[in-house]
């Protein structure tokens, strides 16, 4: 086996990238994606650490900036597969209770789809668009929640001005959804596309919470146009 050339450094190291070749009835687009996955940092962190995904050291990021995950917490993940940012939230509102001496809270995941069971985490298939779906989560919860969060995306439709206005109407749903569910004083995350929560969705965060911040975490990658928008201090 011919032996990798010597660096500047002289240590005979080298980083080196994985090139996927494509292969017959793979899209060049798809294998660019597989390519870009096992060169990604983020990607090997996340097996490392045992999380689910790449995503959840976004959710990691945000919470270290604005810290709303703390102990006993009731946290409502929308669309939580494949359960990533449930992973990350459970460690810290300490729903576990691996933390001695501190609040136990509480990770409700929902989702349209079936999602393994993580631990310390309640998860239900739910569409939560639909009309009493505010009750429900209240009533498994046992009453209102101190976050709502959502990682959710449309399906990518390859045309820029339509997938924003998908993801926008999901955000606002789920904001309209938080704004049933929240405590006073709670927060609000979720992801967006460059531009912000705009228009009038923007407004309406303005009033309901007392700050309002848009955010791209370091683990967004730098080529998505994805941002986080997160809401502090619900008014009720």
């Known amino acids: 086996m011919a032996k990798s050339p010597k660096n500047a450094s002289g240590r005979g190291q080298r980083d080196l990238k ?14 660019l994606w597989l390519q870009r996955q096992l060169n990604d940092p983020y990607v090997k962190r996340a097996q490392a650490d045992g999380y689910r995904g790449r995503a959840a050291y976004k959710i990691l990021e945000l919470d270290d900036k604005f810290r709303f995950l703390v102990p006993g917490a009731r946290v409502v993940d929308l669309g939580c597969a494949p359960g990533g940012w449930c992973q990350v939230a459970a460690r ?17 995941g929902i989702d ?15 569409d939560f668009m639909e009309d009493d779906a505010d ?32 993801i926008m109407a999901l955000c606002e749903a789920a904001a309209y959804l938080a704004f049933d569910v929240l405590e ?53």
């Open 112 to 126: 349209l789809q079936e999602v393994d069971p993580v631990s310390g985490c309640e998860i239900h298939q739910l």
């Open 18 to 31: 994985v090139k996927v070749k494509t292969a017959r009835g793979r899209k060049l687009s798809s294998t």
């Open 184 to 236: 006073e004083g709670g927060t609000f995350v979720a992801k967006v596309l460059a531009g912000g929560a705009e228009g009038s969705l923007q407004q309406v965060l303005k009033q309901r919470f007392t700050k309002v911040a848009h955010v791209k975490p370091p683990a967004s990658r730098s080529d998505s146009s994805e941002k986080f928008v997160v809401a502090t201090g619900f008014r009720g």
């Open 135 to 166: 009750d429900k989560v209240k009533g498994w919860l046992g009453g209102k929640a101190d976050v709502v969060m959502s990682d959710m995306a449309a399906s990518a439709s390859g045309h820029k001005q339509t997938d924003h206005l998908r």
């Open 92 to 108: 810290r509102v300490n729903a576990l209770g691996e933390k001695p001496g501190k609040a136990v809270g509480t990770i409700l």
